[in-house]
């Protein structure tokens, strides 16, 4: 676990005595996922090796917040990221570290903005932006594949969920969108913005939707 997971996590799982199954079990998850917005843009202007070098700096400052916060990181899907809060090792606060990680990766963004600035000057390149998508449910958490291959992964509704409203980001027009679920369970002081009820694809039934602005910590005994 020692590559998904901070040290602190993996110590805290040995320490706990509780061994995460080989198979699979259900599990309440916060899930995240965030992606770079304009991605497309950014490859077709830049060479491959460019393009590797801006995943390789951005991921390793994004996981490092995301580990930070207790964030177990599931997989790179291109320019994404997709994270769970709760797996392997459920804590109470997991939707409130999940938001926090959420803002703490918006600021990374920015910072990692003057980063592609300074690296490519007057390339013409769109300006670094990313999207951040959250839910909270129960999946099916564990190892998944063949026996040459694992993964320790998350599977289910809340994950398709998740990655949805990542998507949502850009229609909402803001950088964070969490769902009602997540809102209550990271509560209190969760400052919110714009709130829209959508219909996702593959989904019968709406889903109540929030731009995520900062989260008061003080409120938070």
């Not at 304009?38 to 996981?63: D, G, H, M």
């Not at 804590?91 to 803002?103: N, W």
Request: proline share 4%; charged share 25%.
């Amino acid at each position: 676990f020692a590559s998904y997971l901070s040290a602190e996590v993996v110590n805290a799982i040995v320490n706990s005595g509780r061994i995460p199954q080989l198979g699979g079990e259900t599990m309440s998850v916060t899930v995240l996922f965030s992606d770079i917005r304009n991605f497309t843009t950014l490859s077709e202007r830049l060479n491959p090796q460019e393009v590797v070098e801006i995943l390789n700096t951005y991921f390793k400052r994004a996981c490092a917040v995301l580990q930070e916060e207790g964030g177990c990181i599931d997989k790179f899907i291109g320019d994404a990221v997709m994270v769970e809060f709760g797996a392997p090792l459920p804590r109470p606060d997991d939707a409130r570290r999940a938001v926090r990680a959420a803002l703490r990766l918006r600021q990374t963004a920015d910072e990692f903005r003057l980063w592609m600035e300074q690296r490519f000057p007057e390339r013409d390149l769109p300006i670094f932006h990313i999207g951040v998508g959250l839910h909270t449910g129960t999946a099916v958490v564990g190892n998944i594949g063949s026996p040459s291959k694992l993964q320790y992964t998350a599977i289910g509704d809340t994950v398709n969920l998740a990655s949805r409203l990542e998507g949502v980001t850009k229609q909402m027009a803001c950088a964070i969108v969490a769902s009602r679920a997540t809102i209550e369970a990271a509560s209190p002081g969760v400052i919110l913005g714009k709130r829209e009820t959508i219909t996702v694809k593959g989904r019968s039934e709406a889903v109540e939707v929030f731009e995520v602005l900062d989260l008061e910590e003080s409120n938070h005994a």
